[in-house]
């Protein structure tokens, strides 16, 4: 159809449609191709083809309208092979849509999306008819390496970019940035809950060759590995990722949200009153843990050991504790020094 054609076809009618025109119309008949729409004062009937109607996801257009519904929708083509004013009902859903994320975008609001499919790079995400694309560094606050897990989710964004250029609009958004508002939101409310001397459980997020960071139900704390126990421990052997534990909290700093802990505070220092548990000149049972070219070293209770030297460990000259000595034997020596303030103990096996 020429434009003279097409000027004669519109004055034949009383309601003036041209092709980018808004309208709305009542259905009068649904089949499995499409809606067909009545529009007042206007000769021929309104076809919205099934490609040309928006669904929700996994709907079906004939679930989601009756007859005598009234629907929106833009001219495409005023007179199409079958005689019908070609209109498509998703180009109305686009404008709105993407003025609904324009003033989202604003107001710094954020939107629920459907992920749709995962690119190199990140995620293809749609608000209603709106494609917006999710960077891989802003899925999650932690890197993420799997993106097609999150194909066929709905999930909360913020748009950080709204760029309107002549033929397009891009837009991007971060899931990350909504996640981190809510991480700092529970922190703080962490850090006003938790106080130094506070007995708490939680559980092991992260083991590293330093320490375990423990999650408190909002806040991250650190169990140093010199805070495990008041003896020597190996920290891959005391817990593994998911553990629950029972920490004392013996530190929160709110500047830097940093909060310390303790599994070793839980119990009493060993050294406490170590005279009247280990008295001069008893004798006493240890096992020997560790030795040097001076002596070895002998541990009487998880956290204290004891130093033998080498000159006291056989009536017979030796070059080195291993001569007469085995790690993981258990032996009894005489109690010679106590020295609570340097936490020293010294043990004898001569003349036993």
């Known amino acids: 159809m020429d434009n003279n054609e097409q000027l004669d076809y519109m004055n034949n009618n009383s309601t003036k449609i041209f092709i980018g025109k808004e309208l709305q119309g009542k259905i009068i008949s649904i089949n499995n191709e499409g809606l067909y729409i009545a529009l007042p004062g206007y000769k021929s009937d309104g076809f919205i083809p099934k490609n040309e109607i928006f669904t929700e996801k996994s709907k079906d257009f004939r679930d989601m309208y009756a007859l005598g519904d009234t629907i929106e929708a833009k001219v495409l083509n005023i007179n199409n092979s079958e005689g019908y004013v070609l209109l498509s009902n998703i180009e109305i859903v686009k404008e709105k849509s993407l003025g609904e994320v324009k003033e989202k975008y604003n107001n710094g609001e954020p939107l629920e999306v459907y992920v749709q499919e995962a690119i190199k790079g990140g995620l293809i995400s749609r608000y209603k008819e709106v494609p917006v694309f999710i960077p891989a560094s802003h899925v999650e606050i932690y890197r993420v390496n799997d993106l097609d897990k999150y194909v066929g989710q709905n999930f909360q964004i913020k748009i950080i970019e709204f760029k309107e250029e002549r033929h397009k609009t891009k837009l991007v958004g971060s899931r990350r940035e909504l996640l981190q508002e809510q991480k700092n939101i529970e922190e703080q409310a962490a850090l006003e809950r938790l106080n130094p001397g506070d007995v708490v459980t939680g559980k092991v997020k992260n083991i590293l060759d330093y320490g375990a960071f423990v999650d408190l139900d909002g806040i991250e704390g650190l169990i140093h590995i010199s805070e495990l126990s008041w003896g020597k421990a190996k920290i891959k052997n005391m817990f593994k990722t998911n553990d629950?534990?029972?920490?004392?909290?013996?530190?929160?700093?709110?500047?830097?949200?940093?909060?310390?802990?303790?599994?070793?505070?839980?119990?009493?220092?060993?050294?406490?009153?170590?005279?009247?548990?280990?008295?001069?000149?008893?004798?006493?049972?240890?096992?020997?843990?560790?030795?040097?070219?001076?002596?070895?070293?002998?541990?009487?209770?998880?956290?204290?050991d004891a130093l033998m030297h080498i000159s006291k460990i056989s009536n017979k000259k030796i070059n080195h504790p291993s001569e007469v000595l085995n790690i993981g034997e258990v032996i009894k020596a005489n109690i010679v020094e106590v020295d609570s303030e340097k936490k020293r103990i010294s043990l004898s096996m001569k003349d036993l």
């Open 244 to 304: 629950e534990v029972t920490v004392k909290v013996i530190d929160v700093d709110k500047e830097n949200k940093k909060v310390s802990l303790s599994i070793k505070a839980l119990s009493e220092d060993p050294w406490l009153n170590i005279e009247e548990k280990y008295p001069v000149g008893n004798i006493t049972m240890g096992k020997i843990v560790r030795f040097t070219d001076f002596g070895a070293f002998v541990e009487l209770e998880p956290g204290v």
